[in-house]
Nanobody, 115 residues
C-alpha cells in the first residue's frame, strides 16, 4: 500500500522559510517523478515543483529562484525548501507520485504566510 506523508508546514512571516518533507512507503521515489502541488482556497490545485528519477527539476514561474525541490533516496523522502515566502504562497501543499499511470497523493500540509 502506497502512503505519502507530508510534514513541515506551519505559519511563517513574509520573507521567512519553511522546508516541507514528503516521506513515502510502498513506493520508491528514486524511480518515479515526484511533484509538489498546492491549492489555495477557491483556486485549482497547481504544480509547484517536480523532480524526475534522473534528478531534473522544474518549477512554476511563481516560485523559481525561491523554492528548491530535492530528494533523499536513502530516506525515500522528497523535500521542498521554500525561501522568501510571500502571502500568496499560502496554501495546502501536497506531494504526488505517479506509478504505472496511477497517481498517489499525500494528505497535505498547510502553509500560511502572514504579511
Amino acid at each position: 500500500q502506497v502512503q505519502l506523508v507530508e510534514s513541515g508546514g506551519g505559519l511563517v512571516q513574509s520573507g521567512g522559510s519553511l522546508r516541507l518533507s514528503c516521506a513515502a512507503s510502498g513506493i520508491i521515489f528514486a524511480i518515479n517523478t515526484v511533484g509538489w502541488y498546492r491549492q489555495a482556497p477557491g483556486n485549482q490545485r497547481e504544480l509547484v515543483a517536480a523532480i524526475t528519477p534522473g534528478g531534473s527539476t522544474n518549477y512554476a514561474d511563481s516560485v523559481k529562484a525561491r523554492f528548491t525541490i530535492s530528494r533523499d533516496n536513502a530516506k525515500n523522502t522528497v523535500y521542498l525548501q521554500m525561501n522568501s515566502l510571500k502571502p500568496e504562497d499560502t496554501a495546502v501543499y501536497y506531494c504526488k507520485v505517479t506509478s504505472r499511470s496511477r497517481p498517489y497523493w499525500g494528505q497535505g500540509t498547510q502553509v500560511t504566510v502572514s504579511s
